[in-house]
């Protein structure tokens, strides 16, 4: 299902939300915490590198907008007690859950899966797929206290089509399309409303990584396609589940 970035952000239209977003200090991340925080929600920025947490979250309040949370917390090394007090931290201060965008990700590294490094390989999918599972788990009593919650995977292409040497980040994607159907078969019932997300190519390290030879002035700049994310946050598609979404 495509998804138009096209989405001009209404002030307030998520007031009094609580968001979480991994990965929230750099690139699509930042860029989607910037407009979270523009329409009004109160976002929970979770990133392991507390610097660039600090200078997105400066960056949120010098133009006016909602005051984030940080919470620095390293998914490599995360264990299932960070996770179960990151729920009791979220319940204690605001009660509920409404959002929780699985932003964050690494791409390891582009080559056959004969000669890929099995450490590189564990670490890709702790970060890529394990960690994402853990934090979901966990925060699923936060989601259920809210009326209207989304939990949002962002996917790749080459997690819907498998192409070669993309190894374990390939991978990791696929996985992360089946945990997201999976779990919106299960909660179908619930409050909760999940979906997973292809944002596309944009200007980013890692597309710069995957791309070294790109022209990275024709990749649109991720603040072109967040404002999507507030859409999919909004209640204007409250109604949509297990959709396999994509930015154009």
């Keep these: 299902m495509k998804i138009s970035t096209n989405y ?3 002030n307030d239209e998520l007031k009094d939300k609580v968001v979480l977003v991994t990965g929230a200090n750099r690139g699509f991340g930042r860029a989607i915490t910037l407009d979270l925080a523009k329409a009004g929600a109160s976002v929970i ?5 507390l610097g660039s947490l600090e200078t997105t979250y400066d960056e949120v309040l010098d133009l006016g907008y909602q005051e984030p949370i940080l919470y620095p917390l390293d998914l490599e ?9 990151l729920q009791k931290d979220i319940l204690d201060n605001f009660g509920q859950l409404d959002g929780l965008i699985h932003n964050a990700s690494i791409i390891g590294t582009m080559m056959p899966i004969e000669q890929y ?15 994402p599972f853990m934090l979901t788990q966990a925060l699923i009593p936060a989601l259920n206290k809210s009326s209207d919650a989304r939990v949002l995977f962002l996917s790749s ?29 299960e909660l179908e019932k619930t409050n909760i409303r999940v979906n997973s997300l292809d944002p596309g190519r944009m200007r980013t390290k890692m597309r710069q990584i995957a791309y070294p030879a790109e022209n990275v002035d024709n990749n649109p700049l ?6 999507a994310i507030v859409y999919l946050m909004s209640e204007k598609t409250k109604k949509l589940n297990g959709e396999r979404l994509v930015l154009f």
């Design 45 to 49: 920025m979770l990133g392991r590198d």
């Design 77 to 85: 090394g995360a264990t299932p007690e960070h996770y179960q007090q």
């Design 117 to 131: 490094d099995i450490k590189l390989w564990y670490s890709t999918i702790q970060i890529n797929v394990n960690a």
């Design 157 to 185: 292409s080459v997690g819907r089509t498998a192409k070669a040497y993309w190894g374990a980040y390939g991978v990791s994607k696929f996985a992360i399309e089946g945990m997201s159907k999976t779990l919106s078969e």
């Design 8 to 10: 001009n952000i209404t």
């Design 222 to 227: 991720p603040e072109t396609k967040s404002p």
